[in-house]
């Protein structure tokens, strides 16, 4: 079957530096997405990544790997309205979105 | 603001009610799709239609039944539905279907069936 994975929930501190995993396994790939979701919002795009490697774009960057099936989000300088969950989706060979069920990123000041 | 709207914003029924859900998109996009998302689960997709052709059912149960009737226009016509139905369900867009076809997402139809 496919399978994405992420962690629940992650914590971190104002002004720090966070990573988020994502492992998948899925029939095909035709890229991987990154996308926020405030509470009560709708998901918003964030990155795309379609070949190894880094992708940065502002304190967002967006790291592939397809060999190993795993991608990381890193947010930088974090601020109190990073607090979102954070999606994972991996386009599978019938270009569909197979979508992991998301990390909760809480930001203490 | 992402250009894809979606009313109401909050329904509750009971299992014997029919209503509708209805998304608009303002982007001139070619592919609209109906997504589940339950609390700490992955979207679901429910139903994608590209050019106004339904091309994708994932095995959805038929007390959901989607429209398209044009490009812009998405609607989800429920009836019968159970509790375990209850969620948000969103609604989204893309330019077409195929790799880096960024979806765009309306705000979501927060569904309570009683």
């Known amino acids: 079957g496919q399978n994405i994975d992420q962690p629940t929930e992650m914590t971190a501190t104002e002004g720090a530096i966070v990573q988020i995993n994502c492992t998948y396994q899925?029939?095909?790939?035709?890229?991987l997405f990154w996308y926020q979701q405030h509470a009560g919002e709708a998901p918003t795009f964030l990155s795309y990544?379609?070949l190894d490697g880094l992708e940065e774009k502002g304190r967002f960057s967006s790291f592939l790997s397809r060999s190993k099936g795993y991608s990381y989000l890193l947010l930088k300088e974090l601020q109190m309205k990073d607090s979102a969950s954070y999606l994972c989706?991996?386009?599978?060979?019938?270009?569909?979105?197979?979508w992991g069920a998301g990390t909760k990123l809480i930001i203490k000041p | 603001e992402t250009g894809v709207t979606q009313t109401p914003r909050h329904l509750v029924m009971g299992m014997t009610n029919k209503k509708s859900l209805k998304c608009e998109q303002h982007?001139?996009?070619?592919?609209m799709y109906w997504y589940k998302q339950s609390a700490k689960k992955p979207l679901e997709l429910m139903f994608v239609?590209?050019?106004?052709?339904?091309?994708e059912n994932n095995s959805v149960p038929s007390r959901f039944s989607p429209e398209c009737p044009n490009s812009s226009h998405l609607f989800l016509h429920l009836h019968t539905l159970q509790p375990e139905d209850s969620a948000l369900y969103l609604c989204?867009?893309?330019?077409?279907?195929?790799?880096?076809?960024?979806?765009?997402f309306g705000p979501g139809t927060r569904l309570t069936v009683l």
């Open positions: 989706a991996v386009m599978d060979s019938n270009y569909q979105l197979i």
């Open positions: 990544n379609v």
């Open positions: 989204a867009s893309s330019p077409g279907q195929g790799s880096y076809n960024e979806q765009f």
């Open positions: 239609y590209n050019f106004k052709e339904q091309t």
């Open positions: 899925t029939s095909g790939f035709n890229g």
């Open positions: 982007l001139g996009h070619n592919a």
